[in-house]
């Protein structure tokens, strides 16, 4: 009896011994990701990283480039990183579609754009940016967090008989804390930055993959903030609320981004699609500003322009297709890594595959859309 005890109570110890060394392992492993993180992305992440990668390598005629036949969507577009994107596409004769939430500050970004592009039209400007006539801007009020707003654009998108997208960038992006749910019951981060994305894609692609002209480009705004996780395939909308962290969410949701790019580049021919995934560096806009303000603080004077957050989507967007690798992770128009020395996040090809199932199986769990709420969605927007 008295040995039962104890073989139990020393089982009991050996797992707790396990669990514990388990948990300093991972917190370890953590730490150490953080750590190269931070001193990697203070040399190169930052305005002065971007200088000395212009300066180094950068080609200016790789941005020359007429778009004046290419429907650009834009998610995330009235601010930041994604509305210098949109004007960057538009300075070279794009149809830019910005998709924004909020209509006024849709309204708001597409004037503004117009106004610049108008300005800039018949003006003696750098080559790289004079190669076409100004673009047409539309806005489209999406929620990309919702099923059902995204639907309702793409039906609206088709009916208004605009051609297949030759580039889709995935550039709206929330780090939002305490753990709070969209309308339809999905962790807000996880709907914004992974789900939505992944239903727009997935509802524009037979359009791309049909398409003749055969030049289609997806590029998901990630962050190399996704080297410190590991893939999760599993705890999608992180069911423990009581211990959300938001900055961990982001993480994760930016590193499914690649893996959702991966999964693409695999299943989507690329002479058809090109699918790939970008950081921006450390850039001063009001994600930062907001959601991270004790970083934001330290490395104020370190932070990169929109303008210069943009310049990789946007030579994604232009360079000769030949130059890209789908599946691919960039970072200052050059092939990034995506795992840090040492760490442990590597994980084999199923993983992304059972992710992105993972994702539409969730995205089907949602109601579709009645009637009804498409009558809602049309007087909303
Ligand atoms: N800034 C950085 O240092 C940094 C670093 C790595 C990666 N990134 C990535 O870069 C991308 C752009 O971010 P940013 O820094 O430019 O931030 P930002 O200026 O705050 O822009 C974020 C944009 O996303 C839009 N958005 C958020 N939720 C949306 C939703 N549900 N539906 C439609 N639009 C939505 C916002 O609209 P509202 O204006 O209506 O809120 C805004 O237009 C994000 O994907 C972010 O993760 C940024």
């Not at 104020?300 to 990789?312: F, I, K, N, W």
Request: proline share 5%; charged share 25%.
């Amino acid at each position: 009896m008295v040995l039962a005890r104890g073989a139990r109570l020393a089982a009991l110890a050996a797992l707790a011994g396990v669990a514990l060394n388990t948990n300093l392992r991972q917190s370890a492993m953590y730490a150490l990701k953080a750590a190269q993180f931070l001193v990697h992305g203070s040399w190169s992440y930052t305005h002065g990283g971007y200088e000395k990668h212009r300066r180094a390598y950068f080609r200016p005629d790789d941005l020359a480039v007429d778009l004046r036949d290419r429907h650009v969507l834009v998610t995330g577009a009235n601010t930041g990183i994604g509305y210098c994107a949109a004007e960057a596409l538009g300075m070279r004769g794009a149809t830019v579609h910005l998709l924004c939430r909020n209509r006024e500050r849709g309204e708001a970004a597409k004037t503004k754009l117009e106004q610049r592009l108008a300005e800039r039209t018949g003006t003696s400007v750098p080559k790289e940016d004079t190669c076409s006539p100004q673009g047409r801007v539309l806005l489209h009020v999406v929620d990309v967090s919702e099923t059902q707003s995204i639907r309702h654009f793409v039906r609206e998108y088709a009916d208004r008989g605009f051609p297949a997208p030759s580039v889709l960038v995935h550039n709206a992006g929330a780090m939002t804390s305490p753990w709070a749910a969209t309308r339809e019951g999905v962790e807000v981060n996880f709907a914004t930055n992974v789900l939505g994305p992944v239903l727009l894609t997935d509802l524009l692609l037979p359009s791309m993959i049909q398409d003749e002209k055969r030049d289609h480009r997806v590029i998901f705004v990630s962050s190399a903030g996704m080297l410190t996780e590991r893939l999760e395939t599993e705890d999608l909308e992180w069911r423990d609320r009581a211990r959300f962290d938001a900055t961990r969410q982001y993480a994760k949701n930016k590193r499914q981004q690649i893996a959702i790019v991966e999964h693409y580049a695999r299943t989507v021919p690329p002479e058809r699609v090109l699918f790939m995934a970008c950081h921006p560096g450390w850039v001063e806009t009001p994600l930062v500003r907001q959601a991270m303000p004790g970083f934001y603080a330290r490395m104020r004077e370190g932070l990169r322009t929109p303008e210069q957050g943009a310049d990789t989507i946007v030579w994604l967007s232009c360079v000769d297709r030949g130059r890209l690798q789908s599946g691919g992770f960039y970072f200052d128009r050059a092939p990034a890594a995506k795992h840090l020395p040492l760490s442990d996040t590597s994980y084999p090809p199923r993983n992304a595959e059972k992710l992105y199932q993972r994702i539409r199986q969730r995205t089907g769990e949602i109601a579709p859309t009645t009637e009804r709420d498409e009558a809602k969605i049309a007087a909303e927007n």
